[in-house]
T-cell receptor, first 115, second 116 residues
Framework: DVKVTQSSRYLVKRTGEKVFLECVQD?????MFWYRQDPGLGLRLIYF???????EKGDIPEGYSVSREKKERFSLILESASTNQTSMYLC??????????????FGPGTRLTVL | AQKITQTQPGMFVQEKEAVTLDCTYD???????LFWYKQPSSGEMIFLIY??????QNATEGRYSLNFQKARKSANLVISASQLGDSAMYFC?????????????FGSGTQLTVLP
């Protein structure tokens, strides 16, 4: 079974703090993704990485950065957290060339609250 | 640009009955995939079913089937014999090529409640 884990289920931070969200997958997937989920808006892509040290902006990258130094780990960084970044953050990974093409497998999510 | 539309914010169904969740999409990409995910209150997104744009037959996975009508650009999810554990948020998604990799675009979701 594919397993994607995220470092925290719940996180509370203060405005201006630097926040790290970690995601680890154990299936040697090339591609990894970070989404945020807000009520009524579905999931929106923040950043994705198609290989180690490679990254591309998604639909809403402003206020975020990412790091992928190892294949299994993809980090989302909020350089200076703001209240409008309070949200559910979901990480996903995907192997290229799989039978179920493009299927992404998700972690359990991190519910971040910025006070 | 790719777009997924789910017009039913909430649905109710009686236990053991079938239910259809609607999804329409818009894309100019000739090759795409359509997905349904389930998100229980715990928050994890669970992959349910996949349909490729060139697949001739509708996809089925156990009690889940995808009613794919390409000309109408619709990809409805049918759940047969609903169970209480099916109560969750359901998202339709479409893959398309953007940047250096294929990405998913999600709809806004449908909250399904199964009544005993």
């Amino acid at each position: 079974d594919v397993k994607v884990t995220q470092s925290s289920r719940y996180l509370v931070k203060r405005t201006g703090e630097k926040v790290f969200l970690e995601c680890v997958q154990d299936m040697d997937h090339e591609n990894m993704f970070w989404y945020r989920q807000d009520p009524g808006l579905g999931l929106r892509l923040i950043y994705f990485s198609y290989d180690v040290k490679m990254k591309e902006k998604g639909d809403i990258p402003e206020g975020y950065s990412v790091s992928r130094e190892k294949k299994e780990r993809f980090s989302l960084i909020l350089e200076s957290a703001s209240t409008n970044q309070t949200s559910m953050y979901l990480c996903a990974s995907r192997i290229t060339g799989s039978a179920n093409k493009d299927t992404q497998y998700f972690g359990p999510g991190t519910r971040l609250t910025v006070l | 640009a790719q777009k997924i539309t789910q017009t039913q914010p909430g649905m109710f169904v009686q236990e053991k009955e079938a239910v259809t969740l609607d999804c329409t999409y818009d894309t100019s990409d000739p090759s795409y995939g359509l997905f349904w995910y389930k998100q229980p209150s715990s928050g994890e997104m669970i992959f349910l079913i996949y349909q490729g744009s060139y697949d001739q037959q509708n996809a089925t996975e156990g009690r889940y089937s995808l009613n794919f009508q390409k000309a109408r650009k619709s990809a409805n999810l049918v759940i047969s014999a609903s169970q209480l554990g099916d109560s969750a948020m359901y998202f339709c998604a479409m893959s398309s090529f953007s940047g250096s990799a294929r990405q998913l675009t999600f709809g806004s979701g449908t909250q399904l409640t199964v009544l005993p």
